[in-house]
C-alpha cells in the first residue's frame, strides 16, 4: 500500500516512521524546516547548562498570585463572555487599552486601526499570507528574527536581506538594494523591520536614520512592516519614537504582550492602514475565527486593574542588570578578536568570532561544556552569518551568565588555538532558515 502511495518510491523516513504522505506535500511544506541543531538545545536546556540560547521572558518576576486572582476573578464575573467566540479584529476595550500603550511610543492611533493577534507572531504570518505569492521578494535587515524568516520561508517568500550597523538598518544599503532589485525585474512587497532592541542584533536605528529609511521606502512605494516587542524595554530614558508614528499609511506596526506582561497569554496585535486591516481580518477569521477571548479580556483586565507601567519599569530593571552582567563579562573573559554589540534594551547581543571560526561547529563542543548559544546562520536565510552568535541575557541569573561567558570564553580560545594549529573548515554545510522552536525565538 505504502509502495503504491509513492509510485514505487523508496518510502522517506522521519526517524523510525515511515511517512506515507511524503509526495502529497504542498510545496511550501518544504520551506518548513526543523533545525539540526533542536537535538543540541535539548541538552542546552538541562539545568547544568547554561543557556544563553533562550530568547524566554523571565515571567518569574510577575506576581503570579495576582495573575492567579485576575484570572479567576474573570470567569467568575464575566465567564459568559469570557469562554464565548469573540470577534476577528479582538476585543474593542483591549483595542482601546492597545492604543494607549502604542501613545507611550509617539503613536496615535484609534482602535478600530487595531487588529488583536495570537502574538505578534500570528500578525506576521497574516501579513505575509495576504501580500505574498511564491517568489515575491521580502527585504529583512541581516540578520534578522528567525520566526520571520521561518513565515517568509513557509510562504515562498525570498528574502534579501539589507546591511545594518551599529546603529540599525544601513539607509544607502536599502536604497541600492531596492534600486537593483527594480531594474531586475524583482519589485519588493515589503520591508520587514526591528527598528528598537533588535532580535537578535542587540541594535537600535538611530533617529537620523529613521527618517531616511521612511523616505526611502516611501519613494519606493514600499509597505514597512515594523516588528516592535521590545520597544518599551530600553535600558535609559523614554522609550524610542516608533517609525509608525511618523507615517500613518506606510507603516504596518506590530506590537505585542509577550515581553511586557506574558507570552503564555499569546496576546499581540497589528496597527494597520484600513484597507490592510480589513484583509488582517478576513485572514484571521479563516485562520482561527477569533483570537480566544478569554486571554484577551485577562490581558485587559489585568491592564484596567494593576500598575502595568510600573510592572514594565521592573522588567527593564531587571534585564539591565543581566545585560550589564554579560557585558561585564564579556569584556573581562574573552579573547580580544571577539567582539559584539551593546544592546540599549531588549534581550540580545550579537557577538562576532575571528576570522576562520564557525558558530555552529563551535556549539556541540560548547554545549559539553555546559553553555549555549545560538548560531548566527540561523537569522540569515542564505546560510551567512557562521562568524556570529547570539547571546541572550533575558532569562538566566546575572552569576550564571558570568559563569556562562567564563565557559564560553574558554570553549572560543580552543577553537582559535585549533584554527592556528589545523587552519579553518566547518563541517556543516548546509543552507537555509533554521528554526529553533518558541523557546529560542
Ligand atoms: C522580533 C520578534 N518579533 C516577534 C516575536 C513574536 O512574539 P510573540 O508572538 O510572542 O508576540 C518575537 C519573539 O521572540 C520577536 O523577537
Redesign the pocket.
Known amino acids: 500500500m505504502t509502495e503504491e502511495l509513492n509510485h514505487g518510491q523508496t518510502p522517506a523516513t522521519q526517524g523510525s516512521r515511515i511517512d506515507a504522505y511524503v509526495d502529497r506535500y504542498a510545496a511550501r511544506a518544504a520551506g518548513m524546516v526543523a533545525s539540526e541543531i533542536r537535538a543540541l538545545f535539548a541538552v542546552a536546556s538541562r539545568p547544568e547548562v547554561v543557556s544563553l540560547a533562550g530568547?524566554m521572558p523571565y515571567v518569574t518576576a510577575l506576581p503570579l498570585d495576582m495573575v492567579g486572582e485576575l484570572v479567576s476573578d474573570l470567569v467568575t464575573r464575566r465567564g459568559p463572555v469570557a469562554l464565548q467566540y469573540g470577534s476577528g479584529q479582538g476585543d474593542l476595550h483591549l483595542r482601546e487599552q492597545i492604543c494607549e500603550v502604542m501613545r507611550l511610543e509617539g503613536i496615535n492611533a484609534g482602535a478600530n486601526d487595531v487588529v488583536v493577534t495570537v502574538?505578534?507572531?500570528q500578525a506576521?504570518d497574516l501579513m505575509t499570507r495576504i501580500f505574498i505569492d511564491p517568489g515575491d521578494v521580502v527585504l529583512a535587515e541581516g540578520p534578522s528574527?528567525v520566526?520571520?524568516l521561518g513565515t517568509f520561508s513557509a510562504y515562498q517568500a525570498k528574502v534579501v536581506h539589507i546591511a545594518m550597523d551599529d546603529q540599525g538598518i544601513v539607509p544607502e544599503s536599502l536604497a541600492q538594494t531596492i534600486y537593483a532589485l527594480e531594474t531586475a525585474g524583482a519589485p519588493v512587497k515589503f520591508l520587514y523591520t526591528?527598528p528598537t532592541f533588535h532580535?537578535p542584533a542587540g541594535v537600535t536605528l538611530n533617529i537620523a536614520r529613521r527618517q531616511q529609511v521612511l523616505d526611502i521606502c516611501q519613494r519606493a512605494g514600499i509597505l514597512i512592516i515594523e516588528?516592535n516587542?521590545y520597544g518599551l524595554l530600553g535600558f535609559d530614558g523614554e522609550p524610542m519614537r516608533a517609525l509608525r508614528a511618523d507615517n500613518t499609511d506606510g507603516v504596518v506596526y506590530l506590537g505585542?504582550f509577550?515581553k511586557t506582561l506574558a507570552?503564555g497569554f499569546r496576546v499581540?496585535w497589528a496597527l494597520a492602514p484600513h484597507a490592510i486591516r480589513d484583509k488582517l481580518v478576513l485572514a484571521m477569521e479563516s485562520a482561527v475565527l477569533s483570537h480566544s477571548s478569554f486571554t484577551q479580556l485577562a490581558v485587559g483586565q489585568y491592564l484596567a486593574t494593576q500598575p502595568w507601567r510600573e510592572q514594565i519599569k521592573s522588567f527593564r530593571e531587571l534585564y539591565r542588570e543581566r545585560r550589564d552582567a554579560l557585558l561585564d563579562a564579556l569584556d573581562a573573559l574573552m579573547p580580544p578578536e571577539v567582539t559584539w554589540t551593546r544592546p540599549a534594551g531588549g534581550f540580545f547581543v550579537w557577538a562576532t568570532l575571528p576570522e576562520g571560526l564557525d558558530s555552529k561547529a563551535i556549539l556541540p563542543r560548547a554545549v559539553a561544556e555546559r553553555v549555549a548559544f545560538v548560531p548566527g546562520t540561523g537569522f540569515f536565510s542564505d546560510g551567512s552569518g557562521s562568524r556570529h552568535m547570539r547571546l541572550s541575557f533575558c532569562y538566566p541569573e546575572p552569576d550564571r551568565i558570568r559563569e556562562g561567558v567564563r565557559r564560553l570564553a574558554s570553549v572560543i580560545e580552543q577553537e582559535m588555538q585549533l584554527r592556528d594549529t589545523f587552519g579553518t573548515g566547518s563541517v556543516f554545510d548546509r543552507h537555509g532558515v533554521d528554526t529553533p522552536g518558541p523557546d529560542l525565538?
Open positions: 530568547g502574538g505578534s507572531q506576521l528574527y520566526g520571520a526591528i532580535n516588528d516587542p505585542s509577550s507570552p499581540g525565538a
